[in-house]
């Protein structure tokens, strides 16, 4: 599990989201689909771009330069330089420029002049941006991306259109760049994808739908032998979910809040617990190279599928519970927020009767269940805590935790992130988030609106 944009898990909310990462300079990395069926795409809905993030922080929080660490990169510093553009209110220019630190330490070592090695470009990486409001409805954003540790520039087209109660994505990118379950990056020369998903909040039913197209062969983003994720192969795929979501709220606080004390957000300032159950299907088809994913799925399992030799397409079920509590009303200075989240998910439907199947099989026959068979009906388990410590600050963690009845110790903590966020009470519901991931071994800070 990713910081997925260090956002809390919304009740009814399925599906993966794009990851924020320091190795590139526009934060963003796709999610890899994996073995699984998931109703896996592109973020729903635009997003605060990562040079509006910095001209924010710079204009509005006295932040001179944005730092970050990546295992890839080292620590670098970020500073945003905007150049004018040909329509004022409905486009946004910038130049972002990064100077890697970690690297420039280390090379004065050697007896050079302190001034020289200032002077080096391999010591600096450029992002060129262009935003443009098209309509209050649609975006396009361009990027251009130079590194000096990479010779192949990064260059990204993407245009996001506002529908009343779904979000119309479309994403060029070439490279493109992925992180897989295992944290691993990868480089696909050239991916094309469109994404349609609901936005309705607390809506009774919900669709997605994602179709992408990779060419080229993956490369890792460190030097590495591992092989490519199947789905990133070159090939075409598509992916169409629909689910029924219902929520519950188990209890609400009646308490009066506190007058003329306006709370640090206004999204976390009401107690509650409440619970949300999600039941859907999701159809999947690729078509090239990226078909094999299917290819090697147990022929005992109940999911509905069709495969040949360069196309495959799958069908199957997924569910999810979860349960969120909320503690005080974010007014007071001190511990006046504590928040909870659980979510229990089962991405395959198939695989989990298909184990229930032989579980129930072994107890009727007096046998032992085997453990691929009691590992299939274990569901992946997200946990979110959040405290406030003093004011605007609080403390939060996300973390992932699973199962593996093949290792001497069954429970496994996945990619937990740590986090410090500091909450804008003068914008209602606006937070500048820190946070560290010591699996990815990264660090970056970022801004948030309006997210819970």
Not at 18 to 42: F, K
Not at 220 to 243: C, D, E, N, R, V
Request: proline fraction near 7%; include cysteine.
């Amino acid at each position: 599990m990713t910081m997925k944009k260090l956002r809390w898990a919304m009740e009814g909310e399925f599906w993966e989201l794009d990851s924020s990462t320091p190795a590139t300079m526009d934060g963003v990395a796709r999610p890899v689909a994996g073995e699984l069926p998931l109703p896996l795409g592109l973020s729903r809905g635009a997003r605060l771009s990562r040079p509006k993030q910095i001209d924010f922080m710079q204009r509005f929080m006295a932040a001179p330069f944005i730092p970050s660490f990546s295992n890839g990169v080292g620590f670098s510093l970020q500073r945003l330089l905007s150049l004018p553009s040909f329509a004022r209110d409905a486009c946004f220019t910038t130049l972002l420029g990064q100077f890697n630190v970690q690297k420039f330490a280390a090379s004065l070592k050697r007896s050079e002049s302190i001034w020289k090695r200032f002077s080096d470009p391999q010591f600096y990486s450029l992002n060129l941006c262009w935003e443009w409001l098209i309509t209050p409805q649609d975006t396009l954003l361009l990027t251009s991306e130079a590194q000096a540790d990479h010779k192949t520039p990064r260059k990204k087209a993407v245009f996001h259109h506002k529908f009343p109660n779904h979000n119309l994505t479309v994403e060029a990118s070439s490279p493109s760049l992925f992180l897989d379950d295992d944290g691993n990056y990868w480089d696909v020369p050239f991916t094309l994808a469109m994404d349609v998903g609901s936005i309705a909040p607390h809506s009774a039913t919900s669709c997605h739908f994602c179709i992408s197209h990779n060419a080229g062969s993956p490369r890792p983003l460190t030097p590495s032998q591992i092989p490519p994720p199947p789905t990133l192969l070159p090939g075409l795929s598509a992916k169409s979910a629909f689910s029924f979501n219902k929520h519950f709220d188990i209890w609400k606080s009646e308490a009066p809040k506190a007058r003329m004390v306006q709370p640090y957000d206004i999204l976390l300032s009401n107690p509650h617990v409440s619970a949300s159950t999600i039941l859907g299907s999701v159809i999947t088809a690729s078509l090239g190279e990226n078909s094999i994913t299917l290819h090697g799925q147990d022929e005992e399992s109940f999911m509905l599928c069709t495969k040949g030799a360069n196309y495959a397409a799958s069908a199957d079920l997924f569910a999810s519970a979860s349960l969120s509590a909320q503690l005080g009303n974010f007014q007071k200075n001190f511990l006046d927020l504590t928040r909870f989240h659980a979510r229990l998910d089962i991405p395959s439907g198939s695989k989990f009767v298909n184990g229930a199947y032989k579980v129930a099989r072994a107890l009727y026959n007096s046998e032992a269940p085997t453990a691929e068979a009691l590992q299939a009906i274990n569901p992946s388990a997200t946990l979110s805590f959040q405290q406030q410590m003093a004011g605007p600050f609080s403390l939060r963690v996300d973390s992932g935790v699973s199962v593996d009845l093949k290792k001497d110790w069954y429970l496994n903590v996945n990619d937990p992130v740590f986090a410090v966020e500091y909450a804008m009470h003068v914008l209602g519901s606006a937070k500048a988030v820190a946070w560290y991931s010591p699996k990815q071994r990264e660090f970056m800070i970022e801004l948030r609106f309006f997210e819970t």
